[in-house]
């Protein structure tokens, strides 16, 4: 059974501070990692995909990927009311690429 | 450009009748997928076509459920006697590229079965 894990939250943080969101995946030939965040009755959007070790940025928000350990994280710097939202992490196999989701974790920045 | 686009948006239904669920995937994108999330759950796997074709069927729930594509693009997902617990939200996601894994989902069709 593949799974991918992430802390059950919820997670608040004060406005401007940075947030940490992690997940772990248990199949080890999982070749790419995303994750989506989702608003309260809308649908799943992409915000950052990862498919090497290391750190990848885009504005404000930075993927981490550990390959090693099975461990990828989202850092969201100077967080903002509207990042408040389920964040949901991805994994894909690449075997016909269907995407293991993480049940999410909700995010709740304080003004 | 357009997005995903699925109809309807909500649909309630009595139980043991048949929906019809369909999603209308970015145009030129060749891999479609659908999912269910149901309250609090994650975001579960249904079938995934490449082109015209499904060859990863494994997450249809049971044989009340299938699904069809045709001419690369417009996708329906059929549940049939439909039951209590098959109230959920059902999204359709598309790719442009299967191996990359990167995905673009629909608003979705909420599922309402009484």
């Known amino acids: 059974q593949k799974e991918v894990e992430q802390n059950s939250g919820p997670l608040s943080v004060p406005e401007g501070a940075i947030a940490s969101l992690n997940c772990t995946y248990s199949?080890?030939?999982?070749?790419?990692f995303f994750w989506y965040r989702q608003y309260s009755g809308k649908s799943p959007e992409l915000i950052m995909s990862i498919y090497s070790n290391g750190d990848k940025e885009d504005g404000r928000f930075t993927a981490q990927l550990n390959k090693a350990s099975q461990y990828v994280s989202l850092l969201i710097r100077d967080s903002q009311p509207s990042d408040s939202a389920t964040y949901l992490c991805a994994v894909n196999t690449g075997a016909n690429s269907k995407l293991t989701f993480g049940k999410g974790i909700t995010l709740s920045v304080r003004p | 450009g357009a997005g995903v686009s699925q109809s309807p948006s909500n649909k309630v239904t009595e139980k043991g009748k048949d929906v019809e669920l369909r999603c209308d995937p970015i145009?030129?994108?060749?891999?479609l997928y659908w999912y269910r999330q149901s309250l609090g759950q994650g975001l579960e796997f249904l079938i995934y076509f490449q082109g015209n074709s499904a060859p990863d069927k494994s997450g249809l729930p049971s044989d009340r459920f299938s699904a069809e594509r045709t001419g690369g693009s417009v996708s329906t997902l059929t549940i049939q006697r439909t039951q209590q617990e098959d109230s959920a939200v059902y999204l359709c996601a598309s790719s442009p590229n299967p191996n990359s894994g990167t995905q673009y989902f629909g608003p979705g069709t909420r599922l309402l079965v009484l």
């Open positions: 145009s030129g994108h060749t891999a």
């Open positions: 199949d080890r030939v999982s070749q790419s």
